[in-house]
C-alpha cells in the first residue's frame, strides 16, 4: 500500500493473505476429481471388474453419473450450486472431448489422465484465487482488497463495526489460521442461506403418466460475505482477532468520549445562557427600582 493512500495519522498494523489451506473447500473438489479419477482408471483396467467395463460409454457414463451426484450433495450441504457446475462442466468436456478425438476405444486411460489434467488446472487457479486477496489493518480501518481480472476493494472504520464474528475448522485449529468477518451497522456481513432440491419421475406410456416431485429448502439469516469482504483464512487467528478487537473497542471509547465531551460543552453553553439570563433580569430589576425612586 501506497503512503498516499494512507489518512492521516493512519498506521499500518499488518498487511495479511488468506493461509494457504483456507480454500480447502475448493482444493478438495479438486482432490476428489483425482480420486475418483484414478478409481475409474483402476476398475478398468487393473481391478477383477475389468471385464465389465468393455463398453467404453458404460465407463463413462459411471464415471459423470457419479460426479453428478456428489456435486449435487455437496451443493446441498455448503448451498454453493457452483460445485454441481464445476463437476457438470467437467463431465460435459471429457464427453466432448471423446467425440471429438474419436478416441473411445481408450477411454480407460483417458479418464484418468483428463481428471489428473482438469485438477492440476484447478488448483492452479485456485492458488490465483488466494494470492489475489490481501487485507491491511490500520489502526483507523481495515483495507479489503482483490480480484483476479476486476479488482474489488472495500474500506470499513472500526466506528461502524457493531460485532464480529470468527470462525475456525479443523484445518485453522491445527494451523492456527481462521476468518474474521466484521459486521457494520448496514448489516454488511450477514447473508441468507438458502437451499433447495427437487426431481421428477414419470412412470407409464403414451397417455399414462406419472410426475413426482418433491423438494426441500431451508433459509436462515447467518455471518457470511465474499472472502474478499472478510478476513478470510488469516494467520495467526488469535493475534489478528485481538488487534481488531483492541481497535474496533478503542474506537467505541473514542466515541464515548467525544459523546461525554459535546454533552459537557452543551451544558456549560446551557449554564451561560442561565447566567446571561440572571445579569439580564437584575440589570431590569434594578432599573425599575430606580424609577421608582425618580
Known amino acids: 500500500m501506497n503512503q498516499n493512500e494512507l489518512l492521516e495519522n493512519e498506521q499500518i498494523e499488518k498487511i495479511l493473505s488468506p493461509h494457504p489451506l483456507?480454500?480447502?473447500g475448493l482444493q478438495s473438489l479438486c482432490i476428489f476429481l483425482i480420486t475418483w479419477g484414478v478409481i475409474i482408471g483402476w476398475l478398468v483396467n487393473f481391478s477383477e471388474f475389468k471385464d465389465y467395463f468393455l463398453n467404453p460409454w458404460l465407463i463413462i457414463s459411471l464415471w459423470g453419473i457419479i460426479l453428478m451426484v456428489v456435486?449435487?450433495?455437496?451443493?446441498?450441504?455448503?448451498?454453493?450450486?457452483r460445485i454441481?457446475?464445476?463437476?457438470f462442466g467437467v463431465f460435459i468436456g471429457g464427453l466432448l472431448t471423446t467425440l471429438l478425438l474419436?478416441?473411445?476405444?481408450s477411454i480407460g486411460v483417458f479418464i484418468p489422465f483428463y481428471s489428473v489434467s482438469i485438477s492440476i488446472i484447478g488448483f492452479l487457479i485456485v492458488e490465483l484465487y488466494r494470492r489475489s486477496h490481501k487485507y491491511i489493518i490500520s489502526n483507523q480501518r481495515i483495507i479489503f482488497k482483490g480480484g483476479v481480472i476486476t479488482k474489488q476493494e472495500r474500506t470499513l472504520r472500526y466506528d461502524k463495526i457493531t460485532d464480529i464474528n470468527s470462525k475456525q475448522g479443523i484445518l485453522g485449529q491445527i494451523f492456527s489460521f481462521g476468518t474474521i468477518i466484521p459486521?457494520?451497522?448496514?448489516?454488511?456481513?450477514?447473508?441468507?442461506?438458502?437451499?433447495?432440491?427437487?426431481?421428477?419421475v414419470q412412470v407409464?406410456?403414451?397417455?399414462?403418466?406419472?410426475?413426482?416431485?418433491?423438494?426441500g429448502g431451508k433459509e436462515l439469516q447467518t455471518p457470511r460475505t465474499r472472502s474478499y469482504y472478510e478476513l478470510h483464512g488469516v494467520f495467526p487467528y488469535k493475534e489478528i482477532k485481538k488487534i481488531v478487537e483492541n481497535q474496533v473497542q478503542g474506537s467505541v471509547i473514542t466515541n464515548y468520549q467525544q459523546e461525554?465531551?459535546?454533552?459537557?460543552?452543551?451544558?456549560?453553553d446551557i449554564q451561560k445562557q442561565m447566567r446571561d439570563l440572571l445579569?439580564?433580569?437584575?440589570?431590569?430589576?434594578?432599573?425599575s427600582e430606580i424609577d421608582e425612586k425618580i
Not at 204 to 215: A, I, M, Q, T
Open 22 to 24: 483456507s480454500f480447502m
Open 279 to 287: 445579569k439580564k433580569q437584575n440589570k431590569q430589576n434594578d432599573n
Open 204 to 215: 407409464g406410456e403414451k397417455k399414462v403418466k406419472f410426475l413426482g416431485l418433491f423438494g
Open 260 to 268: 461525554q465531551v459535546a454533552f459537557q460543552k452543551e451544558q456549560v
Open 71 to 81: 456435486g449435487v450433495i455437496a451443493s446441498l450441504l455448503t448451498i454453493r450450486w
Open 84 to 87: 454441481f457446475f464445476f463437476y
Open 183 to 200: 459486521i457494520s451497522q448496514s448489516g454488511f456481513g450477514l447473508g441468507i442461506d438458502k437451499s433447495s432440491a427437487a426431481a421428477g
Open 102 to 105: 474419436e478416441n473411445s476405444e
